[in-house]
């Protein structure tokens, strides 16, 4: 077993409060990834876990023991760390065995961990190669194997497919989410890229300024945002976050105002004393239609055209409210044209004054 729990987990330097009180419990097998902007804390919370950090206040618990006051060589940890941290003047077959060495692990041991790490990873041509004449994907390939080589209790990542570029991050991201499966080891992996969270994590934890704004598997996240920060950080493009203001109630819906003549009927319980509220859509929500059909007319700024999909760029009525429309294929639209569109039934979210999300809706659009 490999559970892991954070007790109302606190961090301060000196009087900077970085990290507060964070309740958080991870499974066995589970791949949970800390996920949020530059500062928010996502590395610190790692490195507390790792007891590379200390802990101002609360705990961590490691399979039930409490591990505060454990250095971080005795937890049974293993971190991947941004940059590859490799020894250029070992091969990589030393690389992956020095840790073990050291350990004192018998050699027998060591050469069955290192060759079964290289099969995991493909890196068995390598083994012989110094750091210097490998790819940047092969040596992060070779920093992952040195973690697995000491078989932890759990694996923690800090931001590793940051060095690579575009192309080899999308590959090292497929490599490391198949690696879970094939372990079925505990994972921690902490990223400020929302695109990763998406595809890797069984659950994201969605960090600001050191506190969690919300914990769920991904989908949960995407469809269901608890407040403003999470809708418009999860998602690319980000979801369409349109101000408005409640300008009628009636039995089981309301009527929201984003811009002149341009009115949103959502069907929600009567909410007394709510008048400024935000509406947000999700670029691919909305769909083109004549203009007899037309609920929402968009006038065009700048158009993506993406191949599979096009993207589109444009503002409602009077220049006010940027709105970003994501339509699959190819569609030939000019800048500062009209685009008629409609909004697709319940695919509508609502927050009020404070930035906390009304229960989901299905709704309506209307140009009055």
């Given at each position: 077993m490999a559970d892991l729990k954070l007790v109302n987990v606190?961090?301060?330097?000196?009087?900077?409060?970085?990290?507060?009180?964070?309740?958080?419990?991870?499974?066995?097998?589970?791949?949970?990834?800390?996920?949020?902007?530059?500062g928010c804390g996502k590395s610190t919370l790692l490195r507390m876990i790792a007891g590379l950090e200390e802990i101002t206040d609360g705990d961590v618990v490691i399979d039930g023991d409490y591990v505060n006051d454990v250095d971080a060589t005795d937890r049974g940890?293993?971190?991947?760390?941004?940059?590859?941290?490799?020894?250029?003047?070992?091969?990589?077959?030393?690389?992956?065995?020095f840790g073990l060495e050291i350990a004192r692990v018998a050699r027998q041991e060591i050469d069955r961990r290192v060759a079964e790490a290289a099969r995991i990873l493909k890196i068995e041509d390598y083994?012989?190669?110094?750091?210097?004449?490998?790819?940047?994907?092969?040596?992060?390939?070779?920093?992952?194997?040195?973690a697995i080589v000491r078989e932890p209790k759990i694996f923690l990542f800090d931001e590793?497919?940051?060095?690579?570029?575009?192309?080899?991050?999308?590959?090292?991201?497929?490599?490391?989410?198949?690696?879970?499966?094939?372990?079925?080891?505990t994972m921690i992996?902490?990223?400020?890229?929302?695109?990763?969270?998406?595809?890797?994590?069984?659950?994201?934890?969605v960090l600001r300024n050191g506190v969690v704004e919300q914990i769920g598997a991904p989908l949960d996240l995407y469809n269901h945002p608890a407040?403003?920060?999470?809708?418009?950080?999860?998602?690319?493009?980000?979801?369409?976050?349109?101000?408005?203001?409640?300008?009628g109630s009636r039995t089981?819906?309301?009527?929201?105002?984003i811009a002149d003549n341009v009115r949103i009927t959502a069907p929600i319980g009567p909410l007394p004393d709510v008048g400024k509220v935000t509406l947000g859509i999700r670029p691919e929500h909305f769909a083109r239609v004549g203009a007899e059909e037309a609920q929402l007319a968009l006038t065009i700024d700048f158009v993506e055209a993406l191949g599979g999909?096009?993207?589109?760029?444009?503002?409602?009525?009077?220049?006010?409210?940027?709105?970003?429309?994501?339509?699959?294929?190819?569609?030939?639209?000019?800048?500062?044209?009209?685009?008629?569109?409609?909004?697709?039934?319940?695919?509508?979210?609502?927050?009020?004054?404070?930035?906390?999300?009304l229960p989901k809706m299905r709704a309506t659009a209307a140009a009055a």
């Open positions: 606190c961090k301060s330097y000196g009087q900077v409060d970085v990290i507060h009180g964070v309740d958080l419990e991870v499974k066995h097998g589970e791949f949970v990834v800390f996920v949020g902007p530059s940890l293993a971190m991947v760390f941004q940059s590859y941290a490799l020894y250029p003047h070992m091969t990589v077959r030393k690389n992956l065995s083994l012989d190669r110094h750091p210097a004449k490998l790819s940047g994907g092969q040596r992060q390939r070779v920093a992952i194997g040195r590793p497919l940051s060095n690579l570029d575009a192309e080899l991050r999308v590959a090292t991201r497929v490599e490391i989410a198949k690696l879970h499966e094939r372990l079925g080891a992996y902490v990223t400020h890229d929302q695109v990763e969270a998406m595809t890797m994590a069984d659950k994201i934890v407040n403003l920060f999470v809708a418009g950080f999860i998602g690319s493009p980000r979801m369409n976050l349109l101000e408005g203001r409640v300008i089981g819906e309301i009527e929201i105002e999909e096009t993207l589109v760029y444009g503002s409602l009525p009077g220049g006010s409210q940027p709105i970003i429309v994501k339509l699959d294929g190819q569609h030939l639209i000019e800048n500062g044209a009209s685009l008629s569109l409609t909004v697709q039934p319940g695919q509508m979210h609502v927050f009020d004054a404070t930035g906390r999300a």
